[in-house]
């Protein structure tokens, strides 16, 4: 499959913990990003990894890509309950418009 | 900007039924993707398009789905006949190209049931 693939699939944690969602894929990534998605609603892009770049910030969000295992994390620190949604990491190849997406993590923060 | 703007954003019908999406992307994007989500299978990519031309269509599962796009600022995307396991979640997404960013806007999605 071409499809990135998230573990775990689904995580739940206390409100002010982190969460630390996995991504692995197979084939050669010209950048990768994380979406999220609140249930009923539409993916929403958080944060691009270019495959040049190990490690990148956003506020509370660090991501960071492994190019020799194929694999990138995401990590939200400091979690709050509007953080519950489905996170999922998306491949992009060089020159291709489309996107790969992963099967997505499922987070639950308990206030 | 008014984002990405499908309609209707719930489709109830019977099996047999033609169905059709709509989809508007964010104004100067030139590329349009069509998704379905369902918990079996996740998010899969349907077909895109680039300049109104449709560039790959290997997602589309059989003949009875066809997608269309007319112009920089419409696209359907067509079930007929539907069955029920055409039930799902389908999400038009619209991205700027060439462009330094690469990602995808994506739409309110389109609920379809059919029964």
């Known amino acids: 499959s071409q499809q990135g693939e998230e573990d775990p699939q689904a995580l739940s944690i206390q409100e002010g913990e982190n969460a630390t969602m996995n991504c692995s894929y197979k084939?050669?990534?010209?950048?990768l990003q994380w979406y999220r998605q609140n249930s009923g609603r539409g993916l929403v892009h958080l944060i691009l990894?270019?495959?040049?770049?190990r490690e990148k910030h956003s506020g509370r969000l660090r991501v960071t890509l492994d190019t020799s295992k194929k694999s990138s994390s995401l990590l939200i620190t400091a979690s709050r309950a509007a953080d519950t949604a489905s996170y999922f990491c998306?491949?992009?190849?060089?020159?291709?418009?489309?996107?790969?997406f992963g099967t997505g993590t499922r987070l639950t923060v308990i206030p | 900007d008014a984002g990405v703007i499908q309609s209707p954003r719930h489709e109830v019908t019977e099996m047999g039924q033609e169905v059709t999406l709509r989809c508007k992307p964010i104004?100067?994007?030139?590329?349009l993707f069509w998704y379905r989500q369902t918990m079996m299978r996740g998010l899969e990519l349907l077909i895109y398009?680039?300049?109104?031309?449709?560039?790959?269509d290997s997602g589309m599962p059989e003949d009875r789905f066809s997608a269309k796009m007319p112009n920089a600022s419409f696209s359907t995307l067509k079930i007929q006949p539907s069955e029920p396991r055409d039930s799902a979640v389908y999400f038009c997404?619209?991205?700027?190209?060439?462009?330094?960013?690469?990602?995808?806007?994506f739409g309110p999605g389109t609920r379809l049931t059919v029964t």
């Open positions: 997404a619209s991205r700027h190209t060439p462009g330094p960013s690469y990602e995808q806007y």
């Open positions: 084939t050669s990534i010209n950048n």
């Open positions: 990894i270019r495959s040049n770049e």
């Open positions: 998306a491949r992009g190849q060089t020159g291709a418009n489309n996107l790969f």
């Open positions: 104004s100067g994007h030139n590329s």
């Open positions: 398009f680039n300049n109104n031309v449709p560039i790959d």
